[in-house]
């Protein structure tokens, strides 16, 4: 009997934030599925970033993508960039002659002659982290491609599918239809809320709670349409998580004026990712090094500085020139809705919305840091928790071992026969 898995992507959602009011049809699944209740997510906790470490089992410090932001050495000089537009990876690309510097899923079921769809709603630059050479099918509103690369066009393609609710629900129409329907080996579907919702309203908020019960009853109809091919004879790993939690926003600090007011700017590059920073470090002006990081620590906004080759504790590495990362300061407080955990965030680059009092991410804070994972299939005990840490990294060796496929390469742990 041929293997294949399924993916459904709740992004943004808190394992917190479930229940059987909230999220029904997730509160079933756990009835049935092994719950992960100690799930983290990587660092920086934000969605391209993730993206990619789901997509290779790697961290970012193997895969190579170190943040949503991050700065690139062009013609001598540290550039800040955005990893979300549509454009980043062909420019990285051109930058460093390659992309991901390790494999991904769609790429190695490709060398075994399977297929993976990807059905993205969150930025481009995310979608394309799963997949940015077009070894699968990524089908996202504004770069969808078939294997090849090919791009793909008009009724191919889902340029119609807007980043809300309902968006989130046509998409799932179509995964239906083409992933779980079809013959793919690996079928992910990436929706955009609640975490598009969480970014513009108080976690908590009526709009919030909508935008959770409106993902969950996406879940509801790929289960669905899951256990009708399992009814049919297939064999099929079912698998709902989240890539990374909320925090409220309490404050927005400008960290690039903060190195400047202290005479530390010159060649530094500072890529903000929500409530986390990537400190990049001109190899010129090595000699600021400690100046540069004895400063960031001493600062009241910074809840921890990582450096050098501690680096690698939080999943990155001092390479392409990155200094040092900073989680910014976090508390488990409430906002006014009762949702406890609040953040400082840093100043968005390129003009985007400073949102205080909505929620944000990147950082090592004890919400952000709490996505959910439930798992269903062969290797997994029925409506059972287990404590057993688990990590994003560790969603790509399941699912290759699930489809028996090699799972070496990864940083990640199949969890499959764990004990609980």
């Given at each position: 009997?041929?293997?294949?898995?399924?993916?459904?992507?709740?992004?943004?959602?808190?394992?917190?934030?479930?229940?059987?009011?909230?999220?029904?049809?997730?509160?079933?699944?756990?009835?049935?599925?092994?719950?992960?209740?100690?799930?983290?997510?990587?660092?920086?906790?934000?969605?391209?970033?993730?993206?990619?470490?789901?997509?290779?089992?790697?961290?970012?410090?193997?895969?190579?993508?170190?943040?949503?932001?991050?700065?690139?050495?062009?013609?001598?000089g540290l550039v800040v960039h955005d990893v979300g537009p549509p454009g980043f990876m062909a420019q990285w690309r051109r930058l460093r002659g390659r992309t991901l510097a390790v494999p991904t899923l769609a790429e190695r079921l490709a060398r075994a002659g399977r297929e993976a769809m990807l059905f993205s709603n969150v930025s481009p630059g995310a979608a394309l982290a799963?997949?940015?050479?077009?070894?699968?099918?990524?089908?996202?509103?504004?770069?969808?491609?078939?294997p090849g690369p090919r791009a793909l066009r008009g009724a191919d393609a889902v340029a119609d599918i807007t980043p809300d609710c309902d968006g989130d629900t046509r998409l799932t129409d179509r995964f239906i239809t083409q992933a779980v329907a079809g013959n793919a080996a690996l079928g992910v579907l990436w929706l955009g809320e609640p975490d598009h919702t969480q970014h513009?309203?108080?976690?908590?908020?009526?709009?919030?709670?909508?935008?959770?019960?409106?993902?969950?009853?996406?879940?509801?109809?790929?289960?669905?349409?899951?256990?009708?091919?399992?009814?049919?004879?297939?064999?099929?790993?079912?698998?709902?998580?989240?890539?990374?939690?909320?925090?409220?926003?309490?404050?927005?600090?400008?960290?690039?004026?903060?190195?400047?007011?202290?005479?530390l700017g010159d060649s530094v590059a500072v890529a903000a990712n929500g409530t986390a920073v990537l400190v990049y470090l001109h190899p010129a002006r090595a000699a600021r090094t400690e100046a540069v990081i004895a400063f960031l620590r001493a600062q009241p906004w910074a809840g921890e500085v990582v450096a050098g080759t501690d680096l690698a504790r939080i999943g990155q590495a001092p390479a392409e020139h990155l200094l040092c990362a900073v989680s910014l300061r976090a508390d488990d407080l409430p906002n006014?809705?009762?949702?406890?955990?609040?953040?400082?965030?840093?100043?968005?680059?390129?003009?985007?919305?400073?949102?205080?009092?909505?929620?944000?991410?990147?950082?090592?804070?004890?919400?952000?840091?709490?996505?959910?994972?439930?798992?269903?299939?062969?290797?997994?005990?029925?409506?059972?928790?287990?404590?057993?840490?688990?990590?994003?990294?560790?969603?790509?060796?399941?699912?290759?071992?699930?489809?028996?496929?090699?799972?070496?390469?990864?940083?990640?742990h199949a969890l499959q026969h764990q004990e609980l």
């Open positions: 009997m041929t293997r294949r898995a399924v993916v459904v992507v709740l992004d943004g959602l808190r394992r917190d934030l479930l229940s059987r009011e909230a999220t029904p049809a997730l509160a079933d699944f756990a009835d049935v599925a092994t719950h992960f209740t100690e799930h983290r997510s990587v660092f920086p906790s934000a969605t391209r970033c993730a993206s990619a470490s789901f997509a290779t089992g790697c961290f970012p410090a193997r895969h190579g993508l170190q943040g949503n932001t991050v700065a690139l050495m062009e013609q001598d799963h997949d940015p050479d077009g070894f699968g099918w990524v089908f996202h509103r504004a770069c969808s491609h078939a513009e309203a108080p976690l908590g908020a009526p709009a919030c709670r909508a935008a959770i019960a409106a993902a969950d009853a996406c879940f509801a109809r790929v289960r669905d349409a899951v256990q009708a091919r399992r009814a049919a004879g297939e064999d099929i790993l079912l698998i709902a998580c989240s890539d990374h939690g909320h925090q409220t926003v309490t404050e927005v600090i400008d960290i690039d004026g903060a190195l400047e007011a202290a005479g006014a809705f009762g949702v406890p955990g609040r953040a400082a965030a840093a100043r968005p680059t390129r003009g985007k919305p400073d949102r205080l009092g909505c929620g944000q991410h990147g950082g090592l804070g004890r919400f952000e840091q709490m996505p959910f994972l439930m798992i269903d299939g062969p290797g997994f005990h029925a409506g059972k928790a287990t404590r057993r840490p688990s990590r994003i990294v560790d969603l790509a060796p399941t699912i290759l071992r699930h489809l028996g496929l090699p799972e070496t390469g990864c940083d990640g």
